[in-house]
C-alpha cells in the first residue's frame, strides 16, 4: 500500500481485499462504515454483525449451537465462532430443505388423511 505521502508498507492479503471492496462500493457512491469488533461480542451485537434476527440468534445460542459465557448482565459469544456459524447456516437450511424435499409425508400409512 501507499500513503498519500509517497510511504509504502505490505499489509496481508485479506486487509488489501478489504481495502479494495471499500473503494469499489465508494466508487459506486454507496457508504461504507467500518467498525472494529471485538473478539468476544454480546449476544444482541453478534447477531447484528452477521445479519441474523436478534431473537433469532438468541434461540440458536439457548439451544447450543453456539457456545457462550455469562457475566453479571451480559451473555457473549466468540466472534469466530459465530462467524464460521453464520456461513455455515445457508448449507445447513439448504440440506434440510433437500431432505424434506426427499420424504414421504404419507410413508406411515397411519398417518394417510381419510378418504
Request: net charge negative; aromatic share 6%; no cysteine.
Given at each position: ?5 509517497g ?16 473503494i ?20 444482541d451485537?453478534?447477531a ?6 436478534r431473537d ?19 451473555d ?35 398417518a394417510?388423511?381419510?378418504?
Amino acid at each position: 500500500m501507499v500513503g498519500p505521502d509517497g510511504v509504502r508498507e505490505d499489509i496481508p492479503p485479506l486487509v488489501f481485499d478489504a481495502v479494495r471492496q471499500v473503494i469499489d462500493a465508494m466508487r459506486a457512491g454507496r457508504a461504507v462504515k467500518i467498525s472494529p469488533l471485538r473478539t468476544e461480542l454480546p449476544i444482541d451485537e453478534a447477531a447484528d454483525a452477521i445479519g441474523m434476527a436478534r431473537d433469532d440468534f438468541r434461540a440458536y445460542v439457548a439451544e447450543g449451537a453456539i457456545p457462550f459465557r455469562s457475566t453479571d448482565s451480559v451473555d457473549w459469544v466468540d466472534l469466530a465462532t459465530v462467524i464460521a456459524g453464520g456461513n455455515a447456516r445457508p448449507a445447513t437450511r439448504a440440506e434440510g430443505i433437500r431432505k424434506a424435499l426427499q420424504e414421504d409425508p404419507w410413508e406411515d400409512a397411519d398417518a394417510r388423511p381419510s378418504t
